[in-house]
C-alpha cells in the first residue's frame, strides 16, 4: 500500500522563525508532490507543488524534494501567526492521478 | 484557478437516509473526484467521477453507498446512501485541468449523521 508519512505534531514555533515540515512516501515511482494548507472548519488550499529533485521557492515558502531519499519538505521563512494551520503532503501516484495525502501536521505560530 | 462551489455546505441527517451533495466548477475540466475527510483525519479519496461514464471507485467505497454521477465537464453529485453515524464527515470535491496535476478543492459539505 502506498503511504504518505508525516511527522506527528503539533509543531510549535516563534513568529518570525524557520518553520519545517517533513514527509515521506513509499511508492518510489511517484512524480509529483504537494504541500496544502489547511485552516480548521476550511478546505484545503494548494500552497506548494514540486515534481523536480531541489528546491522549489514561493515568497516565504520553499518545497524541497529528494527522490532518492523518497523525501519531500517544506520550509516556511518568518513565520507568521496566520500560518497557523495543518499542512497536508500529498503525493499523485500511478495513471488514474490518485492524491494520497499524509495525516497532516498542525503548525502553531506564537506571536 | 477555477471556482469550485459544493451545495449543500452542510447538513443533518437522519440514519437510513440518503443526501446528494453537488459539485459546480466555473469552467469546463478534466478531472473530478471526490474526497472524505473524516473527524481528525487526513482526506481520503473515494471515486474519480468520470464525465460519461462509471466513476472509478477506491479500495473500501463501492457504488450502491456512494453513488456518482458527472453528467457534463463541470458538474458532478456525490450521493451518501443509507446513512449511518459513520458517515458524518467532511466530503469534498476536486478538480483538475488538462494536463495538469494540480487538483484544487471545493470549500467541502460537512455531514452530520444522527
Known amino acids: 500500500q502506498k503511504e504518505v508519512e508525516q511527522n506527528s505534531g503539533p509543531l510549535s514555533v516563534p513568529e518570525g522563525a524557520i518553520a519545517s515540515l517533513n514527509c515521506t512516501y513509499s511508492?518510489?515511482?511517484?512524480?509529483?508532490f504537494f504541500w496544502y494548507r489547511q485552516y480548521s472548519g476550511k478546505s484545503p488550499e494548494l500552497i506548494m507543488s514540486?515534481?523536480?529533485?531541489g528546491d522549489k521557492e514561493d515568497g516565504r515558502f520553499t518545497a524541497q524534494l529528494n527522490k532518492a531519499s523518497q523525501y519531500v519538505s517544506l520550509l516556511i521563512r518568518d513565520s507568521q501567526p496566520s500560518d497557523s494551520a495543518t499542512y497536508l503532503c500529498?503525493?499523485?501516484?500511478?495513471?488514474?492521478?490518485?492524491?494520497?495525502f499524509g495525516k497532516g501536521i498542525t503548525l502553531s505560530v506564537r506571536p | 484557478s477555477a471556482v469550485i462551489s459544493q451545495k449543500p455546505s452542510r447538513d443533518i441527517c437522519q440514519r437510513g437516509t440518503s443526501l446528494t451533495i453537488q459539485c459546480q466548477v466555473d469552467?469546463?475540466?478534466?478531472?473530478m473526484f471526490w474526497y472524505r475527510q473524516q473527524p481528525g483525519q487526513s482526506l481520503t479519496l473515494i471515486a474519480t467521477?468520470?464525465?460519461?461514464?462509471?466513476?472509478?471507485?477506491e479500495s473500501g467505497f463501492v457504488i450502491d453507498k456512494f453513488p456518482i454521477s458527472r453528467p457534463n465537464l463541470t458538474f458532478s453529485t456525490l450521493t451518501v446512501s443509507n446513512m449511518s453515524p459513520e458517515d458524518s464527515s467532511i466530503y469534498l470535491c476536486?478538480?483538475?485541468?488538462?494536463?495538469?496535476?494540480?487538483?484544487?478543492f471545493g470549500p467541502g459539505t460537512r455531514l452530520t449523521v444522527l
Open positions: 476536486s478538480v483538475a485541468g488538462s494536463g495538469s496535476r494540480e487538483q484544487f
Open positions: 511508492d518510489r515511482g511517484s512524480q509529483s
Open positions: 514540486i515534481y523536480s529533485n
Open positions: 500529498a503525493v499523485l501516484t500511478g495513471a488514474n492521478s490518485k492524491l494520497t
Open positions: 469552467s469546463q475540466v478534466t478531472m
Open positions: 467521477a468520470n464525465q460519461g461514464s462509471e466513476a472509478t471507485y
